[in-house]
């Protein structure tokens, strides 16, 4: 709990709302004595978006084009986030489109991440090219229970189903995220035109 003068407070409102956002408290004081509370409200329904917004950027290295995929309709259903869009729910919010922001902010939508997208988190976060406030073991976890996101393991299944992939897709990462979206009927959530070209359901992230 941080105490803060009512002066400064109105200096410093849209860093305190930030800083709210992300799960700190604030008691605001008038000469020494505690007048209010102010603390983070969870909208019973919906999950909150960007808790850690200016704490790190999505590195270009994961912005693979600026070209659109194709989308289908956006009826219930289960949700695989990649790489880059899990990064952005967490600290750049802004770069969903509002369809895709409404989306994923609803309970209803049932939002999976890939043990292959906590590997690549891994590998390129000891390699220097993506930074987080935390290191990746503590980070994503409580990243992933903050945004009510399920674990989706790799199985055999999704393992040997990128033998059914063509060569059109060679990273690794997104030849795994696309077997598991074809094997388990999910909806692939990714800003990535690349995936179009498989027969698979996609959110545009950007929509």
Same mark, same amino acid.
């Given at each position: 709990m941080r105490h803060i003068g009512i002066s400064e407070a109105k200096a410093r409102l849209s860093e305190i709302a930030l800083r709210i956002a992300t799960g700190e408290e604030y008691t605001i004081t008038n000469q020494g004595a505690p007048i209010m509370k102010l603390t983070r409200v969870d909208i019973p329904g919906r999950r909150h978006l960007g808790s850690d917004v200016g704490a790190f950027a999505v590195p270009d290295l994961l912005r693979r084009s600026d070209r659109m995929g194709s989308t289908s309709g956006v009826d219930s259903m289960k949700y695989l986030v990649d790489t880059r869009v899990f990064l952005?729910? *967490? #600290?750049?919010?802004?770069?969903?489109?509002?369809?895709?922001?409404?989306?994923?902010? *609803?309970?209803s939508s049932e939002l999976y991440l890939s043990a292959a997208s906590a590997w690549e988190i891994a590998i390129k976060h000891r390699l220097g090219r993506?930074? +987080?406030?935390?290191?990746?073991?503590?980070?994503?976890?409580?990243?992933?229970?903050?945004?009510?996101? +399920?674990?989706?393991?790799?199985? #055999?299944?999704? #393992?040997?189903?990128?033998?059914? +992939?063509?060569?059109? +897709?060679?990273?690794?990462?997104? $030849?795994?995220?696309?077997?598991?979206? $074809?094997?388990?009927?999910? $909806?692939?959530?990714?800003?990535?035109?690349?995936?179009?070209?498989?027969?698979?359901?996609?959110?545009?992230? $950007?929509?």
């Open positions: 952005w729910m *967490q #600290a750049e919010p802004d770069k969903l489109g509002p369809r895709t922001a409404e989306i994923l902010s *609803q309970d993506v930074v +987080l406030p935390h290191k990746p073991a503590r980070y994503v976890p409580q990243r992933m229970a903050a945004s009510r996101i +399920l674990h989706l393991p790799i199985d #055999a299944s999704h #393992a040997l189903g990128v033998c059914e +992939l063509d060569d059109h +897709l060679s990273d690794p990462v997104d $030849r795994l995220l696309v077997s598991q979206a $074809r094997a388990d009927r999910m $909806r692939l959530v990714t800003a990535d035109p690349i995936f179009g070209d498989y027969d698979i359901e996609e959110l545009d992230a $950007r929509t």
